[in-house]
């Protein structure tokens, strides 16, 4: 049977990072009791919701084995709200007899003995972001928290019996040296987390210190982000130390010790079929995409109103849902097996790419092994472009 993975959007913070480009914020504590109970609503009128919004799937009847709670900082919101939260979701969804619990933190954000509760719910794996362990760089960017900060976060959850975690890094802030970079990938390796993702700085004009790149200003320490040149070093650095150490790299950026893949991602990246909940979460059953109100205001709202949270519905045709099994299948170092594509959907359906395919093959941009097709190690920091062949086909 088909399993389901479930995402939880928690979208508050306690600080808004300026290279954030994401639809959350600050807010006070009692905003969150509002919220909460939004989501619990959500889950407990899903199948009502859909049909509302003219969406037939039957997604919620399927069995979860992976649960995500996402941010924002999902552990501001505390454990009593968790717990309310779960149990709303226990009621409407099964869950399978194995399953991988993931709970995003932000060191600082919460301690041991919030964790110990969490423990108690269920959670099993935690994704922490670190992003840098230059105490200089995480103020630049309007980080709350240290690097020691970080490491009792990791000794704390260990303590709780938490074995599968998860540090997300950040090359190219602001500041950020070869030799910072360097210390940066040693300390999270110390740490010896099950899981590490390694993400470069994205100069995006949705978020304030993007923009002022963009702009060539000098609010936000925007003058000191490092230019593509260093990022491209800093991320073939990252790969080779943490091959070294001992991670397989399963995803441009994303590493893990053998076992500790996150089964959740993986289903985004495999076309599986997964439920978003809350504010701006998105939803897929492998034929349909659809997504809630980002605004969580207009979230709230309305659910108070009885009406449906989903903003936007897209029906992907089949030449659409080949695009996908393309440029998100790609982004695995494990690749795609056409012969699987074939299957699905026809050996005609697939032809306008294989000439695609052959030409980037050719050109050295993708590489063959065994059944499958792949990402070549020079195509990794290049992927964005690469994916656009298969869009535009």
Request: aromatic share 10%.
């Amino acid at each position: 049977m088909e399993n389901l993975g479930v995402y939880i959007q928690a979208p508050f913070c306690g600080s808004k990072c300026s290279f954030c480009n994401f639809s959350s914020r600050v807010a006070r504590q009692d905003v969150y009791d509002g919220y909460c109970r939004a989501l619990c609503q959500e889950i407990e009128f899903l199948p009502e919701l859909y049909q509302s919004a003219d969406i037939s799937s039957r997604i919620d009847e399927l069995p979860a084995n992976t649960v995500y709670f996402g941010g924002g900082t999902p552990s501001l919101l505390g454990a009593e709200r968790l717990s309310q939260i779960l149990a709303s979701l226990r009621r409407r969804i099964a869950f399978a007899s194995e399953i991988e619990f993931t709970l995003e933190m932000t060191p600082g954000s919460a301690g041991s003995e919030f964790l110990s509760r969490a423990r108690a719910l269920g959670v099993n794996r935690l994704s922490v972001g670190a992003q840098s362990f230059s105490d200089s760089e995480l103020r630049s960017v309007g980080r709350l928290h240290s690097a020691d900060d970080t490491r009792k976060l990791i000794g704390d959850a260990r303590a709780q019996s938490i074995h599968n975690i998860s540090l997300d890094l950040i090359a190219g802030l602001p500041h950020q040296t070869e030799a910072s970079w360097q210390a940066t990938l040693r300390a999270a390796i110390a740490l010896r987390p099950e899981h590490i993702s390694v993400y470069l700085f994205e100069i995006d004009e949705k978020s304030r210190l993007g923009d002022e790149v963009l702009r060539h200003g000098t609010r936000y320490h925007a003058q000191f982000v490092p230019d593509d040149d260093f990022m491209a070093e800093a991320y073939e650095n990252a790969r080779e130390m943490l091959r070294k150490e001992g991670y397989l790299q399963y995803e441009i950026s994303n590493f893990s010790l053998p076992g500790y893949e996150s089964a959740h991602n993986l289903k985004y990246w495999q076309l599986q079929p997964y439920i978003g909940l809350g504010a701006g979460a998105h939803s897929f059953d492998g034929q349909c995409r659809w997504e809630n109100e980002s605004a969580a205001e207009i979230y709230q709202s309305n659910l108070v109103r009885n009406t449906s949270p989903v903003c936007e519905v897209r029906r992907l045709s089949a030449s659409e849902q080949v695009e996908e099994f393309f440029f998100l299948g790609l982004r695995q170092r494990a690749g795609i097996e056409l012969a699987t594509a074939r299957r699905r959907w026809g050996t005609q359906l697939l032809g306008p790419w294989t000439q695609t395919i052959q030409a980037l093959q050719n050109d050295g941009w993708l590489e063959q092994i065994n059944h499958s097709v792949r990402l070549s190690d020079r195509a990794l920091l290049v992927s964005n472009e690469i994916f656009q062949q298969f869009i535009a086909a």
